[in-house]
DNA sequence: TTTCTGATTGACAGGTCAGTCAGTGGACTG
DNA sequence: CAGTCCACTGACTGACCTGTCAATCAGAAA
């Protein structure tokens, strides 16, 4: 029985503020789904990963229903400022703005094995599940018109005549379709070769902005 | 005792019934992981689906486990078949085997919205069970290296100076995207569209090979 | 200190589901 | 016709999981 030393001043308080213990809750779901994926996440395990009472989750968040709802939101959340911070601090140039998208979509902070996992979890279920397949829609859509938009600036600056929406889309698929090898391979190429890879999309549709790097 | 002779064609179809019988209820599997999603797949679901008991569909496949794993081999052999038969019957051009490997992957038989989300359940679960990993790798492995091969030989033959692996792949995460986006968009574009925005890839790599099509 | 408030626990109820099993029925055989 | 085989059924069991609730506890306020 070897509890945290009860003299330890660092250790956690037993009782805490309700944003915070919400948040730590997500994060156990998040792991969770990454390590036993959506079918096999119960209540029980993601307590067990929080560290709390399984009562305690449900008196936080209701329902898993609703736990695993507000999971969802979290990510797509997350995921929509880390892009749109990134386009904030680009240059104004269509060619900076479009890196900085697609450089986004490889932050080391938002592009974690946990995080891809999550997101797979919930493409799984949201065939079958209209809320969640609101989230991961709008969560693409705002993606998608802002990307179309930097494709259009910057087609017309370079003179390269390329339909914005479907160069947007290829770029776009490229990210997911990526991202979906570091899922789901047993032993992905590294995160970097990832983002080469959707360079080199851009690269060939751009390629007076965009060079060819070799990983 | 011996087994039935399944190699005899004049014996009654016993053995035949019993592989009926199998296929018949992979493909109730298939209708019920795209319509409920992989947690909510039960085998009550799965018989209702088949028309038959839930206690039969455990006599010939043991385990729920075991169905679902046979289903994604099913889903992984079919794949495989497809593109292998669509190959064999290309010329032996390496432009024309690189289209119908891509064409292949939107044939309407097996690019149908019932697949597509059963691909999308497993692909959510692969992540934490290996059986399932192995299945989805394999399939991409063998697809991958003829789809590089073929990369290869094409930028030979034109002189384009392409890097095989990396044309390769882009060529495969754009087809993986679209599909993620026929999947889990609210409103999906046709597969028509999603086959274009793949030829348009191809297109930007092999430009005196592939004309870009618009929709 | 006492009181109050809200976070936290854990036992429990209700329900679902995978897997078991004894028995049924139809087809084939002798 | 009797016997055998086997696909097939459906009631049942044990395990597990979600959600409830009364009791407890920590910290803030009075």
Redesign the pocket.
Known sequence: MTEACDSDPARP??????DV?RQQVIEATIETLAAHGYA??????V?RTA??????V??????????LSETLAYLAEEYRRNWTEALAAAGPAPSDQLNAMIEADFNPRICTPARLAAWCSFWGEAQSRPLYQASCGDKDDAYTSILEDTCARLSDEGGYGRDPVHTARLIRVAIEGVWLDLMTMATPYAREEALCTVQMAAALCFPDHFEMRKA
């Open positions: 308080p037993r009782t805490m503020s309700r213990r096999r996440t119960t209540l029980t395990q307590a560290g709390i009472s399984h009562g305690l449900l008196f936080h968040f209701d329902t898993k229903e609703n736990l």
